[in-house]
């Protein structure tokens, strides 16, 4: 790429190998992600403590004993949804709270765009499979919550490590060396900026 | 080569194509609100760099609002740290700000088309996913995350891969009391909450071109909900009457050329969509939602469908009804009623509140509804009380609040109570959107009305047979 780094924006992404957290429900959308009364931060901080919030914790704060990240079985940097993972609002903060908790990776057979957007700038991978392929993610899980699962970003695949079985993703080459680097979209857009201001000059609006 | 409408206005607006990536595409217009732009603010700081076009963006405080008591300090500390970081940070950088109190403040996708800031042909981004509302101009719009934010104010682009295109045509008679939500709400029960995803829709037929402007933004508005990034529909003479002679629409030879502009907004005969559906326009119902997400919807007479019926997997939609107390089967009809919410960037504008005041009027609002009526804006505000609809709406025994995002999304006070269920004309059915526990049928300001009226979920036509 031709331009220069200027400001680290988050961390590279490489490999990463780690147990996953199971979450096989599908339409997860932001509002469960993060609720709405959680966006009044005006920094990106401690977003991770209401990740799931209403999923996560009683009206009273104690914990839900039932819902998977108050379970200590399950624990890891990936996070393993159901299909159409993301859908709703265009909150930024639900993919803050994502990586705040921890997780660096996303895995679903299907993304909501805006989210899988925001995950691609801010550092979490998010990985789409196919759904033969998150069925045997899940299995896998639950079978064996010890079991390691391999993101690799440069060959983009997927692989259980237990069995060796493996799937390929899509990133575009651009996003794909950006997450490889730590790089941003301010950084590039910033070195072409007086293309950018030469074609504002010739705009109808 | 053939183009689409959404091809026409994409292309305009590219910068530079980047092998194997994005496109950077340059931004027109960018609305901005206190909730998704402190952070974006605040990267700039960091950064030590500036806004690039402040005249290029605009902001309202919206989200957090309180409706009531406007004229007073608002009580909730983080909400007024928020608009106060908007105040400060659209000073600083030299942004319109229509904060709470001004005269121009208000729901950020009613007072951007209100105001002339939406124009056809534009491509318009904010930090909110109902931006898609613009595309009802024949306008690129749609909903962006915060480091995006961040790069239009930096930059005035982003950097977006060009999705693919969809068409859905709708001809024919709508049916009575069929409104725009009800056709939105039905085409996303088609399609379900992420069968558009990946594509830009734009909606065709004569469903779409009878529409009044208020009309199209609804449906436009709804785009997100099953999955789209954005929904247009191509500028025609109700769009260019809309835009004429407002505020910061083009004036002198300016609107001349710009009009040049808007004439070529619209897709060639022989264009190729990705993907095409075609609906029937007199099959539709009004209609209502039963479960937490906004594809979950059906003509108000049916029963709740089987799991086996419906797309996704029975555990997920167990899980679905359960929240909601529903189960397979039943009929929405008579279901209990707590409270009732008119107003949203989706059926918060003038249209809406005549629409829900026709039913209610020479009626009484039920002893066991809360009823939230919140105006988009000032102008519509002001709208109801010059038509005559706030003294019908008193006498009915409502109020009218004052304009906010509300019990949309309930980052004010404006919150349904945990287990109470509620007839909102707002977009979101999801658990939880309305207030913690809170349980959410999505429906037109008819049903809302109905609702209102009767105390339980009603079918509107069956007051207006009264009526007649």
């Known amino acids: 790429m031709d331009y220069k780094l200027k400001n680290m924006a988050y961390d590279k992404f490489n490999t990463l190998t780690s147990t996953a957290v199971p979450l096989p429900i599908e339409n997860v ?129 997927i692989t259980l490590l237990a069995t060796g079985e493996k799937e390929t993703f899509d990133i575009n080459s651009y996003k794909k060396n950006n997450m490889l680097n730590g790089f941003d979209d301010i950084d590039y857009l910033q070195s072409i900026k007086g293309e950018i201001e030469e074609f504002a000059a010739q705009l109808p609006l | 080569m053939s183009k689409t409408l959404f091809d026409k206005v994409w292309d305009t607006h590219v910068v530079r194509k980047i092998e194997g990536g994005p496109d950077v595409l340059f931004i027109d217009r960018h609305l901005i609100h206190e909730v998704t732009s402190p952070v974006a603010f605040l990267g700039l700081k960091t950064r030590g760099i500036s806004v690039l076009y402040p005249n290029r963006t605009f902001a309202t405080a919206d989200h957090n609002t309180p409706t009531i008591h406007q004229d007073q300090p608002v009580a909730d500390p983080l909400s007024a740290n928020q608009l106060h970081m908007l105040e400060s940070n659209s000073a600083e950088y030299g942004i319109s700000h229509w904060g709470l109190g001004h005269q121009k403040n208000g729901i950020v996708h009613v007072v951007g088309p209100e105001y002339g800031i939406t124009q056809p042909g534009a491509t318009i981004v904010c930090g909110d996913s109902h931006t898609s509302t613009h595309g009802a ?37 709508l049916g009575k009391a069929v409104t725009p939500k009800d056709v939105a709400l039905f085409i996303i029960s088609q399609l379900t909450t992420s069968g558009a995803t990946g594509y830009f829709v734009e909606y065709a037929g004569d469903v779409f071109e009878n529409m009044t402007m208020e009309g199209r933004m609804t449906v436009c508005n709804l785009s997100i909900e099953m999955g789209a990034r954005g929904g247009m529909i191509a500028p025609d003479e109700t769009t260019i009457n809309y835009v004429k002679g407002r505020e910061f629409s083009p004036k002198g030879e300016a609107w001349d050329k710009a009009l040049a502009y808007y004439k070529t907004l619209k897709t060639d005969a022989d264009a190729v969509f990705d993907k095409e559906l075609t609906f029937d326009g007199a099959t539709i119902e009004p209609m209502i939602t039963y479960g937490t997400n906004p594809g979950m919807g059906m003509g108000i007479s049916h029963d709740i469908p089987d799991a086996a019926d419906v797309e996704g997997g029975a555990a997920t939609y167990a899980k679905s009804l359960g929240y909601m107390g529903f189960h397979e089967g039943d009929s929405m009809i008579g279901k209990q009623v707590d409270f009732v919410f008119v107003g949203s960037c989706t059926n918060g ?105 009767t105390g339980v979920v009603t079918d509107p036509r069956t007051l207006i047979e009264e009526l007649a």
């Not at chain 1, 909150?91 to 994502?98: F, G, K, L, T």
């Not at chain 1, 550092?123 to 069925?135: A, D, I, R, T, Y």
């Not at chain 2, 480091?147 to 969809?166: D, F, G, H, N, W």
């Not at chain 2, 002893?367 to 102008?379: C, E, M, Q, R």
């Open chain 2, 349 to 453: 504008r003038i249209e809406d509140f005549r629409a829900f005041t026709s039913l209610v009027k020479g009626k009484h609002k039920a002893d066991n509804v809360t009823a939230w009526l919140v105006p988009g804006s000032h102008i519509v505000e002001a709208q109801i009380k010059e038509e005559g609809l706030l003294d019908i709406l008193t006498e009915a025994g409502f109020e009218l609040r004052q304009p906010g995002c509300s019990a949309c999304l309930a980052m004010n006070d404006d919150k349904v109570p945990a287990g109470k269920y509620a007839v909102s004309t707002s977009n979101r059915n999801f658990e939880g959107r309305q207030g913690p526990g809170s349980r959410t049928m999505l429906a037109s300001p008819l049903v809302a009305a109905a609702a209102a009226v």
């Open chain 1, 29 to 157: 959308d932001t509002d469960q992600l993060i609720p709405a009364r959680f966006l009044k931060a005006t920094e990106r901080v401690g977003f991770g403590d209401n990740l799931f919030r209403d999923w996560r914790y009683n009206p009273d704060n104690t914990p839900k004993k039932d819902f998977v990240l108050n379970d200590p079985t399950y624990t890891g940097k990936i996070l393993v949804g159901g299909k159409n993972f993301g859908s709703g609002s265009s909150r930024e903060h639900a993919a803050w709270s994502v990586y705040d908790y921890g997780f660096r990776c996303v895995v679903s057979s299907f993304f909501a765009d805006i989210f899988r957007g925001n995950c691609l700038n801010i550092g979490v991978l998010p990985v789409q499979v196919s759904p033969e392929f998150s069925e045997k993610i899940f299995a896998a899980i639950f079978a064996d919550p010890k079991t390691e699962i391999e993101v690799n970003l440069p060959n983009q695949t």
């Open chain 2, 137 to 173: 101009f024949g306008a690129i719009a749609f909903g962006i995350g915060t480091s995006e934010v961040e790069m239009v104010l930096a930059t005035q682009c982003i950097m977006q891969p060009k999705p693919k295109k969809m068409r859905i045509n709708i001809n024919g008679k």
